[in-house]
């Protein structure tokens, strides 16, 4: 099974950056996506990481180590648009490859 | 691309009754998963079909819920003798190999 492990509330201020951290101990592992969800929506695709290292999206990115069942989502140039849930999600590996395990998500609130 | 459809958007029921949604997904995505969302919490696996082949059903669901993917297209979900505490948000996705999940707007199910 998968275990994912993600803070439940962040606060920062517009401009600002702010870095929002997974971690994650788990019996197979294809890939790890992130998602935002505004409150009272579906969650959106933001990011995926298979491979060790940064990947750079705009003003998101993210990060991803393997060996530490570690990433993190780094916001930049924060909006008041930017408030909401972040979820962290890791891909099943073998014959369950596709479905992902969701964490319970971090809420970011973003101040004037 | 017209996205992920869910019908009906709400379902007002009382315990006890069947009820049944619908999931259109993205047409070029084979992959289809059903998740359940409530306050506070990540998406929750329920079920997950490539093409028309249900893979996996998660073990957290009574036989009360079934899924169906006739010929690879749309999907149903249906719950029988719904239960107070099947309230939540149901959330269909689709997805491409190797892709993140574009999600559905949900359909929010109150059990009264």
């Known amino acids: 099974g998968q275990n994912i492990d993600q803070p439940t509330e962040m606060t920062a201020t517009e401009g600002a950056i702010v870095q929002i951290n997974c971690t994650y101990q788990?019996?197979?592992?294809?890939?790890l996506f992130w998602y935002q969800q505004h409150a009272g929506e579906a969650p959106t695709f933001l990011s995926y990481?298979?491979?060790?290292g940064l990947e750079e999206k705009g003003r998101f990115s993210s990060f991803l180590s393997r060996s530490k069942g570690y990433s993190y989502l780094l916001l930049k140039e924060l909006q008041m648009k930017d408030s909401a849930s972040y979820l962290c999600a890791v891909r099943d590996e073998g014959t369950n490859a596709g479905k992902s395990t969701f964490g319970d998500g971090t809420t970011l609130t973003v101040k004037p | 691309d017209t996205g992920v459809s869910q019908d009906p958007r709400h379902k007002i029921t009382k315990r006890g009754q069947n009820v049944t949604f619908r999931c259109d997904p993205i047409s070029e995505h084979n992959r289809l998963y059903w998740y359940r969302q409530t306050l506070g919490q990540g998406p929750e696996f329920l079920t997950y079909f490539q093409n028309e082949a249900q893979l996996e059903k998660s073990r957290l669901l009574s036989d009360r819920f079934s899924a169906e993917r006739p010929k690879g297209s749309f999907s149903t979900l249906e719950i029988q003798r719904t239960e107070q505490g099947d309230s939540a948000m149901y959330l269909c996705?689709?997805?491409?190999?190797?892709?993140?999940?574009?999600f559905g707007s949900g359909t929010r199910l109150t059990v009264v």
């Open positions: 996705a689709s997805s491409r190999k190797n892709y993140g999940y574009t």
């Open positions: 788990t019996s197979g592992f294809n890939g």
């Open positions: 990481n298979v491979l060790d």
